[in-house]
Each structure stands twice: as structure tokens, then as C-alpha cells.
Nanobody, 126 residues
């Protein structure tokens, strides 16, 4: 069974940093593009960042460009989202998702049909 587990969320002050992890079990991530999504209370889910299966291609939402960095370590079967200069508007539940894809990646949630994690809460507040 394909399973993704997010971790690393928590409470952080504005301007602080967090690193989220997305660990896979039951399958290897080598052939999967991974997307990070977030959903704030009362808002729709939005794509934050994604990375291609080989790590050569990444995409970011305009709202996080220059602050967030996505990376992957296929040997550890894990994808990371480094979040710096966090703002209160980054507060949300963050999810990772996987889809088999040879090239590129998408920030559209409907493109990820194979596995979703349960989410990890990030709260940015003083």
C-alpha cells in the first residue's frame, strides 16, 4: 500500500524556518513526482511546490518563491520542503502527494492521484 507521511510541522514565529519531510513507505519514490500542497482554514487547497522524479525540475507558487526550497533524497525515500522567512499567511495544513511521472511536475492537486499524506500543521504566529 502506497503511504506518505509528513512531519516537521509546528509553531514558529514570523521570520522563522521549518523543514517539512515527506516519507514514503510501501513503495520507492524514484519514479514519482512529488507535490507539496497546503490548505488554510476556510480556503481552498493550493499547490506550494513540486519536484520531478529525478529532481531535475521544480516549481513553486509565486507566494513562496525565494523562501521555500524543495529537495529529495531518493536513497532515504524522502522529499523535503525547507521553509524560510515564514509569514502568518503560510499558516496551513501541509500535504505531500505522489504521482508516477517521467518528467516535470505539476502544482495542480488533481494531477496527484496515487498517494496523499495525512498532513502536518504549520502555524506561524508571534
Amino acid at each position: 500500500q502506497l503511504q506518505l507521511v509528513e512531519s516537521g510541522g509546528g509553531l514558529v514565529q514570523p521570520g522563522g524556518s521549518l523543514r517539512l519531510s515527506c516519507a514514503a513507505s510501501g513503495f520507492t519514490l524514484d519514479y514519482y513526482a512529488i507535490g507539496w500542497f497546503r490548505q488554510a482554514p476556510g480556503k481552498e487547497r493550493e499547490g506550494v511546490s513540486c519536484i520531478s522524479s529525478r529532481g531535475g525540475s521544480t516549481n513553486y507558487a509565486d507566494s513562496v518563491k525565494g523562501r521555500f526550497t524543495i529537495s529529495r533524497d531518493n536513497a532515504k525515500n524522502t522529499v523535503y520542503l525547507q521553509m524560510n522567512s515564514l509569514k502568518p499567511e503560510d499558516t496551513a495544513v501541509y500535504y505531500c502527494a505522489a504521482v508516477t511521472r517521467d518528467y516535470g511536475c505539476s502544482l495542480r492537486s488533481r494531477a496527484y492521484s496515487e498517494a496523499w499524506g495525512q498532513g502536518t500543521l504549520v502555524t506561524v504566529s508571534s
